[in-house]
């Protein structure tokens, strides 16, 4: 009997429907029980910020800048270990905060500039032992042999010694300026030199000596021996306000061992120096003449001549510093105009009372004084090199140079004939250099 092709087909169609039912069941008994999730709380990123949830969630979040990106995030699960989100994040930052240095490692050198060595900030002073020669005194004839008239005898007839004197720096540091230089004043004393000469000089055949300053003057000429003295000394005094360029970065250096070492890079140091200075030059010159085995109350002369002289100025100067890890080299000068008040005294006493004639006169004496104030100007200019004991610390070595102008020095005074009742000449010099070496420290 032959099946008709429409029960072939309804057979095929319940077979299908048979198997989907059988393979459902086996993924229900295969699916596993429903889980209950716990409620979570709305949080929200504020730009790179994670914020807590509010205690209302109905509360609306601070406003994020205009330039920030706000990014909403729907939950967030907390998990078993009941941290919150904040506490999250702060363990998430561990790994970048272990990438820093942290400032207080103690093989890690800080950067500094080197003129925190050289120049601490504090206090600063120096001593240095000067050692100075003079220029000679103004030539003035004094003294005529008439035996022999080609000789004469002269204000100086050597040059003076050396004389020691002192140079004391102490300064206090203002800190710096917006450029980054030091700033600081300070006082120096600069002086003490001390200069003497002592001469004399003997008639060749006689009673042959006569002066030039006075022919006619009674107990001077006519005379066996003529001596002079000199005398004379120097001081200065200084109040400076400086300014002063720093070294550059330190090279920072670590050596194969690991060790980390500061080493002080070199430059030059320009400085400017600006602030009052006084001065003050005395002078004193003495001449005697006498008569061997003759009492100084028949026959004999004395003229003296004191000088005085302060000089009050602005100074301008400058320093150029070659700075170098361990020592140190270059120049100072300064210059100040300034006002010179010279005071001078002279005073003379001669008596002659043998072989004189009826008009000839037996004795002088005069006392005579003044003032004037005049342009003035003083200079220096010092050559110096140092070494670095320690970084606060040099000893120093230099060559000076001081000039001093403006002054009524006591050899350009004569006057012993009284004929200038203002008698005093305000246009001396003098000339000073030598060596000088001593120390610099700061603390």
């Known amino acids: 009997m032959t099946a008709s092709p429409h029960f072939s087909l309804v057979r095929v169609l319940v077979l299908l429907a048979v198997a989907s039912a059988a393979t459902a069941n086996q993924a229900a008994e295969r699916a596993p029980e429903p889980r209950e999730f716990p409620e979570v709380a709305p949080v929200a990123f504020d730009g790179d910020l994670l914020l807590e949830p509010a205690a209302n ?45 942290d400032e207080g490692f103690d093989e890690m050198p800080f950067e500094a500039s080197s003129g925190r060595w050289f120049s601490s900030g504090g206090w600063y002073a120096g001593g240095e032992s000067l050692w100075l020669g003079r220029s000679i005194n103004n030539r003035r004839d004094i003294a005529i042999d008439i035996s022999y008239p080609d000789v004469t005898y002269t204000t100086y007839s050597q040059p003076f010694n050396v004389a020691p004197g002192a140079r004391a720096t102490i300064g206090k540091s203002l800190g710096r300026d917006y450029l980054d230089r030091d700033r600081s004043i300070e006082f120096v004393y600069y002086g003490g030199m001390t200069y003497e000469d002592n001469a004399g000089w003997n008639g060749g ?28 000394d120097f001081n200065s005094w200084e109040w400076n306000y400086k300014l002063r360029r720093r070294l550059g970065r330190d090279k920072i250096i670590m050596s194969p061992d690991g060790t980390w070492t500061k080493h002080a890079e070199r430059g030059w140091l320009p400085a400017l120096i600006v602030g009052p200075r006084l001065v003050n030059v005395n002078e004193d010159f003495t001449f005697v003449s006498s008569r061997p085995g003759v009492p100084t109350t028949d026959f004999g002369g004395q ?52 072989g004189v004639g009826p008009d000839d006169p037996t004795s002088i004496a005069f006392t005579d004084a003044e003032t004037k104030t005049a342009p003035g100007f ?38 012993l004939d009284d004929r200038d009742r203002d008698a005093i000449d305000t246009g001396g010099q003098t000339f000073y250099n030598g060596l000088s070496f001593g120390f610099n420290g700061s603390w």
């Not at 000596?209 to 005398?231: I, R």
């Not at 070494?387 to 403006?406: E, I, K, R």
């Open 57 to 101: 969630p109905a509360e609306s979040l601070p406003a994020p800048p205009a330039t920030t990106p706000n990014f909403a995030m729907p939950s967030v699960v907390r998990d078993g270990s009941g941290r919150s989100p904040a506490e999250i994040v702060d363990m998430g930052s561990v790994p970048l905060d272990g990438m820093l240095i």
């Open 303 to 354: 003229y003296v001549i004191n000088t005085g002289n302060w000089l009050l100025g602005l100074t301008v100067g400058g320093e150029l510093i070659s700075q170098n890890e361990f020592y140190y080299w270059g120049l100072r000068g300064r210059a100040a105009p300034a006002l010179s008040f010279a005071s001078t005294s002279q005073s003379a006493v001669g008596v002659n009372t043998t």
């Open 378 to 415: 003083i200079g220096d200019l010092t050559l110096f090199a140092g070494w670095n004991v320690t970084p606060n610390f040099a000893f120093q070595v230099g060559y000076d140079f001081l000039w001093v102008a403006g002054t009524a020095t006591a050899t350009r005074q004569f006057n």
């Open 205 to 232: 055949l006689g009673n042959t000596l006569f002066t030039p300053l006075d022919p006619l003057a009674p107990g001077f000429n006519e005379a066996g021996t003529y001596q002079t003295t000199f005398h004379s």
